[in-house]
């Protein structure tokens, strides 16, 4: 296993990993149909146009990429503290410790370069994911009752933060 910074020509292998993803529906909020090549460029694409503002890692297994994390940080000078954080592992992947490696690079990274809240959203039915989270230190914030539309019903999303110990609030 290893972790590094995401590549253009990493494409086709991450779209794959997220297809799989897609597939499988667990923890996934984007339908097959919506998984594309081109969509999974341009995703790599506007990170690598943000250079080292932000970070995309993508994790490898024998060589081939199986999935990625990122951390977005927000674009407005008030909340250049604060960044979006994102995952997924293709299932084949999941349970071997690659998401809480690249959970704890991203966090490190992110306190590394001054980013006190890291925020995510995530299906409230992903509680291998949750645990995860929680365990890294983030906690719920606010839940968002049937915000996801599944073929079978609605699923609430979860918004979770971790603040670090130097970034908590000083009001009352």
Known sequence: MSLRRVRLDDAQELYEATL???????????????CTLERTRGHIERFEA????????????DGRVVGSA?????????????????????????????????????????EATGIRR??????????????LYESLGFVLESVRP??????DGFVDDLVMVRVSASGRSRSP
């Open 146 to 151: 049937d915000f996801i539309r599944d073929p």
């Open 70 to 110: 990122d951390v977005r940080p927000i674009d407005c000078r008030r909340l250049r503290h604060v960044a979006d954080f994102t995952m997924g592992l293709a299932p084949s992947a999941q349970g071997q410790g690659l998401g809480r490696a690249l959970a704890e690079r991203c966090v490190g990274w992110a």
């Open 118 to 131: 890291l925020q995510l959203s995530m299906r409230a039915d992903n509680l291998r994911a949750r645990r």
């Open 50 to 61: 943000l250079g080292y503002r932000a970070l995309m890692l993508v994790a490898e297994v």
């Open 20 to 34: 799989a993803m897609a597939q499988d529906g667990r923890g996934m909020v984007i339908d097959l149909d919506e």
